[in-house]
């Protein structure tokens, strides 16, 4: 058993995974010790204190066998037992057969009927009916040579490539499953940035739509406190007529005798009117937008609407033309009125 220890420890192998093998087989032998190596390669190994107890009791229970029976009978029953198909024939007594025919014959092995393979002892038997399934031995009276030098070194050659051979297989499947694994890490994260991609966008088009909600939010509430200021302004103007009036003694004027004391309008000239109302298109095309505005607006405001109605427009650089009479605005006639521009009671301006 130690050689067969020191010859698994030149070959590379851990120490302590050698000694489990060696345990593990009972010592019975080199091949069974390097087939546990190999089957549990990557097993974790046993604590030893483990195996104490099953051992102290194999050890009583051969301290119970009696002494006067012999070993190959003791070998013998164990194998029958274990295998109850065992063709193994007893040497029988004759009471009329010569002294040669009455001497016990040494059963100096165990060969396996099914594959016709030796063994040194029933352990190896054993082992090798659990390895292959075969339950059929017998005792023989071949000895099994001690393999000679050459043997060895070609077993371990043997081993050797076995070992490496399996090592390539698990490494070939390793990197199967990785690049496996890659892909699919790749996939998910190639799904993950369009998911992305496509939230960005959504959320592209939503702030778009606020801002422009917004914007028209701002244009109709400057457009109203301009009409409220407009109303306050004429109402206190109506009041400050009707204190002077009152302190002058005078009747309160109305509406309508106001209107009619004013000088009649000369033939030819232009009617005052109150509000503007503008059909806006744009130079690129598209659905026309209409609004009504006071008179008296600007027409910054109009440039102010309309960027609130398209991203497309931008209140600062947008310019605006009339197609007839044919008239291009300046910039300078943004701060003009749309009274003063020409544009009430309606017109139709190109945006551009």
Not at 247 to 254: L, W
Not at 323 to 341: E, G, M, V
């Amino acid at each position: 058993m130690a050689g067969d220890r020191e010859t698994l420890l030149s070959m590379g192998f851990d120490p302590a995974r050698v000694d489990w093998a060696l345990r593990a087989t009972n010592g019975r032998g080199l091949q069974p010790a390097m087939d546990h190596i190999l089957e549990h390669e990557n097993d974790p190994i046993p604590d030893p204190s483990a195996s104490a107890a099953p051992t102290a009791a194999t050890s009583a229970g051969t301290a119970g066998t009696p002494m006067d029976v012999d070993e190959d009978d003791e070998d013998l029953e164990a194998l029958k037992a274990a295998y109850g198909k065992a063709k193994v024939a007893p040497v029988a007594a004759s009471g009329s057969g010569s002294a040669e025919a009455l001497a016990p014959v040494e059963a100096k092995s165990i060969k396996c009927i099914q594959c016709g393979k030796m063994f040194k002892n029933v352990d190896l038997a054993n082992y090798h009916a659990e390895k292959s399934g075969h339950d059929q031995f017998e005792e023989s009276t071949e000895e099994i040579r001690p393999l000679t030098e050459e043997e060895k070194k070609q077993k371990l050659e043997e081993l050797r490539k076995k070992m490496a051979e399996k090592r390539a297989r698990k490494a070939a499947e390793d990197a199967k499953a990785e690049a496996a694994n890659n892909a699919i890490r790749r996939k998910a994260g190639k799904d993950m940035g369009q998911i992305k991609e496509d939230l960005a966008a959504k959320q592209a088009i939503k702030e778009a739509e606020a801002k422009r909600r917004e914007k028209l939010e701002d244009a109709k509430a400057r457009a109203a406190i301009k009409a409220q200021i407009e109303a306050d302004k004429r109402e206190r103007a109506a009041k400050a007529a009707a204190e002077k009036a009152a302190r002058e003694g005078k009747a309160v004027p109305q509406a309508a005798p106001a209107a009619a004391s004013k000088p009649a309008a000369a033939p030819g000239e232009k009617k005052e009117y109150k509000e503007a109302r503008l059909q806006i298109r744009l130079a690129s095309g598209g659905q026309p937008y209409t609004t009504t505005l006071p008179s008296d607006a600007t027409l910054r405001e109009v440039a102010e609407y309309l960027a609130g109605q398209t991203l497309a427009v931008n209140a600062d650089t947008v310019t605006f033309s009339l197609t007839f009479p044919r008239k291009q605005f300046s910039q300078a006639d943004f701060s003009r009125t749309l009274k003063d521009l020409g544009l009430t009671p309606s017109a139709v301006l190109i945006a551009s």
